[in-house]
C-alpha cells in the first residue's frame, strides 16, 4: 500500500508564496515521476509540473518561472515552490506519483488527498 501525503497549501495574498510538500511512503521500490496538478472551482484538473528520477522537470505556461518543482530521491519526496502567486492559482493542488512496487514490473500512479491554496487579491 502506498500513501501520499502533501503539506503547505494555506491563503496568501497576491504577489505572496507557498511552499507545497508531499511525502510517499508504504510499499516502493522506486518512483518514475512525481508531479502536481490543480483543480479550480467547474475546471479539469490539470498538470501543473512534473519531475523524472533523473530531476528532469516540465511546467505549464502559467507558471513558468514562479513555481520551481524538485525532488528528493532518497526520501521519496517533492515540493513545489509558489512565488508570484495569483488569484487564478487558487485550487486543491494534488500530488501525483508514478511507482513501482516491489517484487512487481509494472508501474501504477498515486494520488494524494490534495491541499487547498488560496490567493486573495
Known amino acids: 500500500q502506498v500513501q501520499l501525503e502533501e503539506s503547505g497549501g494555506g491563503l496568501v495574498q497576491s504577489g505572496g508564496s507557498l511552499r507545497l510538500s508531499c511525502a510517499a511512503s508504504?510499499?516502493?521500490?522506486?518512483?518514475?515521476?512525481m508531479g502536481w496538478f490543480r483543480q479550480a472551482p467547474g475546471k479539469q484538473r490539470e498538470l501543473v509540473a512534473s519531475?523524472?528520477?533523473?530531476?528532469?522537470?516540465n511546467y505549464a505556461d502559467s507558471v513558468k518561472g514562479r513555481f520551481t518543482i524538485s525532488r528528493d530521491n532518497a526520501k521519496n519526496t517533492m515540493s513545489l515552490q509558489m512565488n508570484s502567486l495569483k488569484p487564478e492559482d487558487t485550487a486543491v493542488y494534488y500530488c501525483k506519483a508514478v511507482l513501482r512496487a516491489p517484487m512487481t514490473s509494472g508501474v501504477d500512479g498515486y494520488w494524494g488527498q490534495g491541499t487547498q491554496v488560496t490567493v486573495s487579491s
Open positions: 508504504g510499499s516502493i521500490f522506486s518512483i518514475n515521476i
Open positions: 519531475i523524472t528520477s533523473a530531476g528532469r522537470t
